[in-house]
């Protein structure tokens, strides 16, 4: 595979429920991200990996928990979300986060909070 | 925060006619891109524009850097139905390592 992958592409979750996002890429890159796109607002930037370490929290709320194990993969685990949590996550990967280049983005997971 | 404004929100156009859509910025920027989403995708990179007044061309599309370094613009001539989607223009925020986007543009044509 190539490029940047997420899984599940859809998901289904109760306020009650802990499931993981998933991101992988294949493009030897250094940083990666989590953005958040809801109908109606721009893409908000939620977390922001380098080289493994969070270098960035954009004040997201702690029932959104990252996991960086290594510079190909990004989790996103939640747990107790609220249905306006309900929105399309992006996960993105660039050469390293100070760069000029721009980002490579997966294709998403839609969820929805019930 | 960084105030980046994009127009229109919205087009509506016949397939054949050209497209302009711009962004504009509250500070000045060294780097602008311009992205485009495809129903049920993410984002895919289209043009990168790293100098006042850079014009650079993808096809048919051209964007440009503003002069001011505040602004940028993304035409589309001769527009067709693989058009449809949302186009992005984003900055890079050099020191906050961060890449911010506008609200969007939603384009959508009949055939």
């Known amino acids: 595979e190539t490029g940047v992958t997420q899984t599940p592409r859809h998901l289904v979750m109760g306020m009650t429920n802990k499931k993981s996002l998933k991101c992988e890429q294949h493009?030897?890159?250094?940083?990666m991200y989590w953005y958040k796109q809801s109908a109606k607002k721009p893409l908000e930037l939620m977390f922001v990996?380098?080289?493994?370490?969070?270098?960035e929290n954009n004040s997201v709320p702690s029932r959104f928990s990252p996991e960086c194990p290594n510079s190909s993969h990004l989790f996103l685990h939640l747990h107790t979300l609220q249905p306006e949590d309900s929105a399309l996550y992006l996960c993105?990967?660039?050469?390293?986060?100070?760069?000029?280049?721009?980002?490579?983005f997966g294709s998403g997971t839609r969820l929805t909070v019930v | 925060g960084q105030q980046l404004n994009q127009s229109p929100q919205s087009m509506f156009i016949q397939e054949g006619e050209d497209v302009s859509m711009n962004c504009t910025s509250s500070?000045?920027?060294?780097?602008w891109l311009w992205y485009k989403q495809d129903p049920g995708e993410g984002p895919v990179l289209l043009i990168a524009?790293?100098?006042?007044?850079e014009l650079t061309s993808n096809g048919r599309l051209t964007a440009q850097f503003g002069i001011t370094r505040k602004d940028s613009f993304l035409n589309i001539s001769a527009s067709i139905p693989s058009d449809v989607g949302i186009y992005f223009c984003?900055?890079?925020?050099?020191?906050?390592?961060?890449?911010?986007f506008g609200q969007g543009t939603r384009l959508t044509i009949n055939p």
């Open positions: 993105a990967s660039s050469q390293e986060a100070r760069t000029n280049y721009g980002y490579t």
């Open positions: 500070s000045i920027f060294n780097t």
């Open positions: 493009l030897g890159h250094n940083a």
């Open positions: 990996y380098n080289f493994k370490e969070q270098t």
């Open positions: 524009l790293y100098k006042a007044g």
């Open positions: 984003a900055l890079i925020i050099q020191g906050a390592q961060k890449l911010v």
